[in-house]
């Protein structure tokens, strides 16, 4: 059975930059697609950004293109979400999520979910 932690979470200035990583255990990451998604208080959990089994192709919300950057490293187990220029609206929970097949980039089609890591942007 998949596992994913994710970590690198924090708090953070409006215009700051983090790096979140998301690690799988029990089962090797290069099976699987995956995706970043993040859910606010008070709203639905949406994509933020998917990546393919090998990493040759990816999808970004239209709100996260030029600031954020999805990789993977399969040798590691682990697949980064580096975001930069954070704004206030990025402020959610993040979470990643893996699929044996990469399709769209929506919370409905993942299969396996990590708990989460907060990321606060304010002043």
């Known amino acids: 059975q998949l596992q994913l932690v994710e970590s690198g979470g924090g708090l953070v200035q409006p215009g700051g930059s983090l790096r979140l990583a998301c690690v799988g255990s029990?089962?090797?990451?290069?099976?699987?697609?995956i995706g970043w998604f993040r859910q606010a208080p008070g709203k639905e959990r949406e994509g933020v950004s998917c990546i393919s089994m090998e990493g040759a192709s990816t999808k970004y919300a239209d709100s996260v293109k030029g600031r954020f950057t999805i990789s993977r490293d399969n040798a590691k187990n682990t697949v980064y979400l580096q975001m930069n220029s954070l704004k206030p609206e990025d402020t959610a929970v993040y979470y990643c999520?893996?699929?044996?097949?990469?399709?769209?980039?929506?919370?409905?089609?993942?299969?396996?979910w990590g708990q989460g890591t907060q990321v606060t942007v304010s002043s």
């Open positions: 029990g089962s090797t990451l290069d099976y699987y697609a």
């Open positions: 999520a893996a699929h044996a097949l990469f399709r769209l980039c929506v919370p409905e089609a993942y299969e396996y």
